[in-house]
């Protein structure tokens, strides 16, 4: 039999950008200035920011513009706030903003752009600073002896509040912008040991096992020192290696969390949803009293 000798020649032809895997370029329009409208606010596509931005494969025309990567915010309204400084903390309003350009792929590029707002109109009535007080009560912290508490306000730290009997009041006076979103937050977390025994290491498994179930929303968080939002036996191993002095404080939580007390879980027995902090809308002048539910970490009441 004849051999027969068959010769292939392999063209390898890249793929890269031919099938869009690069990329897009997003370019910015660097500066533009808007105008308030007469309702206090004024819409924007993010596709005005655009400065040329273009894609290997993707069409210009299907090039998707955002101002947010995580999801598509193709539009967004900017109102009166964005004029003037944000008196609680200090910070005026982002001039330079990130405009993000997608390609039909989902690949995605960013860029800076930054944008001014004005007032022609003088719609915006709000240009003056508004006086008000926070009154903070504490409660559930029997056991804080005379420590403090650190308090945040917008995330900027203001000062400390001493934590002394079962109920607290401290009052704070500040200044803000009408319709400021205000977010108070406290911070403990000194004598992670504090109330916490085996005694508590013993609740957490009566309740795993069905025995006994907790029988308030604060026990829960209180066993939780994982943040796992679920009670386990990795929770009883975290506070046995506290007691025991394998470890010096908890690996995922500090030595107190301070409650929302007026939120009321949807579900008691999972009360993940209880927010570590007070936030509300200034509107107008007033004493706003907020209640924090102070919770011991490891210290099943």
């Not at 105008?35 to 894609?55: H, K, L, T, W």
């Not at 989902?106 to 007080?133: I, M, R, W």
């Not at 607290?168 to 109330?195: F, K």
């Not at 508590?200 to 009566?206: G, M, P, Q, R």
């Amino acid at each position: 039999m004849r051999d027969l000798i068959f010769s292939f020649i392999i063209i390898f032809i890249p793929t890269y950008g031919l099938l869009g895997q690069n990329r897009p370029t997003a370019i910015c329009n660097a500066n533009k200035t808007f105008y308030i409208s007469f309702n206090g606010c004024i819409e924007i596509s993010a596709r005005e920011f655009d400065g040329g931005s273009f894609d290997d494969v993707t069409p210009k025309d299907k090039l998707k513009f955002s101002f947010q990567r995580d999801q598509l915010q193709e539009k967004k309204n900017f109102c009166c706030i964005e004029l003037y400084r944000d008196y609680c903390t200090g910070k005026m309003p982002p001039k330079e903003r990130t405009l993000y350009v997608f390609d039909e792929d989902g690949n995605v590029d960013s860029c800076q752009f930054e944008c001014v707002f004005e007032d022609t109109l003088n719609v915006c009535p709000h240009h003056s600073k508004l006086n008000y007080a926070i009154n903070i009560q504490i409660i559930g912290n029997e056991n804080t002896d005379n420590s403090l508490a650190k308090i945040y306000i917008n995330g900027n730290y203001y000062s400390s509040i001493n934590l002394i009997g079962p109920d607290n009041n401290y009052s704070i006076y500040r200044d803000c912008l009408v319709d400021s979103t205000i977010r108070v937050e406290l911070t403990r977390n000194d004598d992670p040991i504090n109330g916490v025994t085996t005694v508590d290491v013993l609740k957490i498994k009566k309740h795993i096992l069905g025995k006994q179930y907790f029988t308030n929303p604060y026990q829960y968080l209180a066993a939780d020192v994982n943040q796992s939002k679920s009670i386990s036996g990795s929770d009883m191993t975290e506070i046995r290696q506290l007691i025991l002095g394998v470890k010096p404080e908890f690996s995922k939580v500090p030595a107190y969390l301070f409650y929302n007390a007026d939120y009321k879980p949807k579900d008691p027995s999972a009360p993940y949803d209880i927010p570590p902090y007070v936030e509300w809308v200034q509107k107008d002048y007033q004493v706003k009293t907020i209640r924090f539910q102070a919770v011991k970490m490891g210290d099943i009441k």
